[in-house]
């Protein structure tokens, strides 16, 4: 008797797709001079055409946003509240809904839209929602100030989570907002403007404006924003500090990362298996805090490899829309040629590779869970952030090398430890170089804890009390 | 004791020569977290099993049942009508397979086997004083080679939870070998009642000193104690018979016991095996489930597949 999965695939019937989508400006989707077709990366199938912003354009979405920031940000927080309470209720709503078209945009699993980013995403609305009429403990002082206009550009690894970080804590802080979503992941910000009408937010709260690289820099370089939230990559990040500097435009970047995933000798050996697992083959390792290094304590790296090995050929691969997928769609060809680039950099510089045996489909972008071993600092995959399925393994001796290892890196996003050790982890962690550090687990958020990087992983807390400070001033005494 | 579990306990002749060295050894497990293994529990009990996953399922699940009555109040009566249940457990539908053994007290294992001539069920006989397990060595014995007279084909066996408690596992370990000599050619199935246990670091040590000891199957639960069999539980067991076979010793079998009462939760149990140990344990010979209600849930389920109707409890056998 046999017993293999059978297709389980989720339906696509609860989402009803516009053939094009306008720009949201003012609480009205308005029609862009130009479009640009948006499609499912696992499949290649074109979705919709999506407008492309103008400066012009942008400049109407930061004026209606300065227009509306004088009442919202008047509105006693407890009318705010009531807003986001709203829509964050909207959202649970319409959790399938949303995770749906955020699988076919994105070509994530619909389990991890459907387990992980909608129930965050709602929970960032909670959080701030309640946050509102209680700033006056946010950490700055009795009646903090918010700061104006904010300009947001988000990434296409998380379109909708991302999303509720920067908008959730801006609107909870009284200020509106221009945001534009990714280029290849529109779908679900636009999804979250109609929610935004639905919930009668006051139009010009929120503003949304689609468009690649070039709207992204006429939102920094708009003279009338008074903040810019980036999460993105570095590269961009770098530009961005660069544009805002001499401005009185406050910053908060969340850019790259190269996080080791620690392991002693000492381990839970199951779970840090697990954890190596989720910690980079997650979201197909598209996240910025990926455990895209792991430090494998020498004594037992041959018993952790064969073990992750094993459990490797247990990920699912392919269609995203299938609630048993693992591991889904490389987000865009673009992204895909990167990751092989550098996986083959990886073996042109000596590392040895192995994939997990899985079929990939035919259509679409894929690239199959990867481990490089024999992995030196010196090798490009041991530096530069892949964002793909790609992990590679160093091992170390010691506790101290251990960290120096963690920490050679250009970035500080974050950092997991496996031990069963209490003072162990305690020590590890205040020396390690990071943001975010996870003990026995890895790839856990909360609406309530802080995040964000040291170094060139940025700078600026998201999520929590901290997440507000970008977005408030001390009252002028 | 037989030739390939003679050849686990010489393998770790050093780590069960005192009670010191033994525990050295099964304190030096790795251990595990408890959160992590819950989570992935719970992950894989988010598995979609549908169309001809579900019916595949349903069917190796029915084969892997012990359809159990464990009471003092059981009678040759209602032996008989589960030794027919067994053997037919829809009478309306000859293609439904047969459960893979009744699992009775030992003064009933006669009437068992009696009812099953001719078939290919297993008599399994609970014994050492189950469930408590608390009596002397030599009553547990006698009540083991009793229910092996009688002709059980397979023992289920308590551990002494009060030693492994007290840290004397070189005595639970000894009492598991003698056991296992007086079951013969029985299959030794060691319940654990992890519920008493209480840790998972505890369940992992108990299955490290079962598998030595000589064990042919692996057992959470009596099913008279609460929590009986969680999935996370078995996931922790089944992550030892892994790590003991990639050691070079035999394959052990599973038996999650107590608490399964729905074809999910069943189906789910087949979802941790499949991707812990893979599908060559996906088979009556080395994966158990010991329950009794659940069966008429599989049945329901089984005939909705087929027909789109769901019939309900009216039109299975209660027994």
Not at chain 1, 402 to 425: C, D, F, H, M, Q
Not at chain 2, 69 to 92: H, N, S
Not at chain 2, 241 to 252: L, P, S, T, V, Y
Request: glycine share 8%; hydrophobic share 40%; charged share 20%.
């Amino acid at each position: 008797m046999s017993f293999e999965y059978a297709p389980a695939p989720e339906s696509t019937s609860i989402v009803k797709l516009k053939p094009t989508y306008g720009l949201f400006i003012n609480g009205v989707f308005v029609d862009g001079e130009k479009n640009f077709s948006t499609i499912n990366p696992a499949t290649e199938a074109h979705l919709a055409h999506i407008a492309e912003a103008s400066e012009a354009d942008v400049d109407r979405a930061v004026r209606a946003a300065r227009v509306a920031f004088g009442s919202w940000s008047k509105m006693r927080g407890s009318d705010r509240a009531k807003y986001l309470y709203r829509i964050a209720r909207i959202i649970q709503e319409r959790s399938r809904e949303l995770a749906v078209l955020e699988s076919m945009n994105n070509g994530k699993p619909i389990r991890e839209s459907r387990d992980v980013d909608l129930p965050l995403v709602a929970a960032h609305f909670f959080h701030y929602a309640g946050w509102a009429d209680k700033l006056d403990y946010a950490g700055l002082g009795e009646n903090p100030q918010p700061l104006g206009v904010a300009g947001q550009i988000i990434p296409w690894n998380f379109p909708l989570l991302m999303l509720a970080w920067k908008i959730a804590p801006a609107l909870a802080a009284g200020n509106t907002v221009v945001l534009k979503p990714a280029e290849t992941t529109p779908l679900t910000a636009l999804l979250f403007a109609e929610i935004c009408q639905q919930a009668d937010l006051p139009a010009g709260v929120v503003n949304i404006v689609t468009g690649a690289g070039e709207t992204g820099r006429a939102l920094v370089n708009h003279p009338d924003i008074n903040k810019v939230a980036f999460t993105g990559s570095t590269e961009v990040g770098r530009y961005i500090a660069q544009a805002v500097a001499g401005t009185n435009k406050k910053v908060t970047l969340e850019l790259g990362g190269k996080a080791a995933n620690i392991v002693f000798d000492d381990a839970a050996i199951d779970q840090a298996i697990e954890g190596i697992v989720n910690g980079i083959f997650f979201n197909q390792g598209h996240v910025c805090c990926a455990g895209s290094r792991l430090l494998v304590q020498e004594s037992i790296a041959e018993t952790v490899l064969g073990l992750l090995y094993e459990r490797m050929k247990n990920l699912r691969v392919g269609d995203p829309m299938d609630k048993n997928t693992d591991v889904g769609a490389i987000n865009s060809a673009a992204q895909l040629a990167k990751i092989r680039e550098l996986s083959d950099a990886g073996e042109a510089e000596g590392a040895d590779r192995w994939s997990a045996p899985c079929t990939l489909p035919e259509k679409g972008f894929w690239f199959p869970p990867t481990v490089f071993t024999n992995v030196s600092q010196v090798h490009r995959i041991a530096r530069e952030e892949v964002f793909g399925p790609v992990l590679s393994v160093l091992t170390f001796r010691t506790p101290d090398e251990a960290v120096e290892k963690a920490n050679n890196s250009p970035y500080g996003l974050s950092a997991g430890i496996w031990t069963e050790k209490g003072s162990r982890i305690l020590e590890m962690s205040s020396r390690l170089r990071a943001g975010v550090i996870w003990a026995n687990t890895f790839n856990k958020f909360d609406a309530t804890s802080p995040f964000g990087g040291y170094k060139e992983s940025g700078y600026g807390r998201e999520g929590g009390r901290q997440g507000l400070e970008p977005y408030l001033k001390a009252a002028s005494k | 004791m037989g030739l390939t579990s003679q050849a686990a306990a010489s393998t770790f002749a050093d780590e069960t020569r005192t009670n010191a060295s033994l525990t050295k050894f099964l304190h030096g497990l790795p251990g595990v977290d408890q959160v992590g293994a819950d989570e992935r529990a719970a992950m894989l009990s988010t598995r979609s099993i549908k169309t001809s996953a579900k019916a595949e399922g349903i069917d190796l699940a029915i084969s892997m049942i012990d359809l159990t009555t464990l009471e003092g109040m059981d009678t040759a009566g209602k032996i008989k009508t589960l030794c027919a249940k067994a053997q037919r457990p829809d009478p309306f539908d000859p293609t439904t397979p047969s459960v893979a053994a009744v699992c009775v007290y030992g003064d009933k294992v006669a009437q068992a086997k009696s009812y099953l001539t001719g078939t290919s069920i297993q008599v399994a006989a609970v014994a050492t004083a189950f469930p408590s397990g608390r009596a002397s060595r030599a009553v547990k014995l006698l009540d083991t080679s009793d229910a092996v007279a009688q002709g059980a084909d397979e023992i289920d066996m308590v551990i002494d939870r009060g030693a492994f408690l007290e840290g004397r596992y070189l005595d639970v370990f000894e009492e598991i070998q003698e056991v296992k000599v007086a079951c013969k050619s029985a299959h030794l199935k060691v319940i654990f009642e992890t519920g008493e246990l209480r840790t998972y670091d505890n369940v992992r040590r108990a299955s490290w000193l079962a598998m030595i000891a000589g064990a042919d199957f692996i057992k959470t639960s009596t099913g008279k104690v609460a929590p009986a069999a969680t999935l996370p539980v078995t996931l922790v067991m089944l992550q030892a018979i892994r790590d003991f076979h990639n050691a070079g010793q035999r394959k052990i079998g599973m038996k999650p016991a107590g608490g399964i009462r729905t074809t999910k939760d069943a189906l789910r149990y087949l979802v941790l095996v499949k991707e812990t140990l893979g599908d060559a344990w996906l088979t009556p010979d080395l994966f158990r489930l010991g329950a009794s209600s659940v069966l008429n849930d599989l049945l329901m389920q089984r005939k909705k597949l087929q027909t789109g109707a769901y019939s309900g409890p009216d039109y299975v056998t209660v027994d």
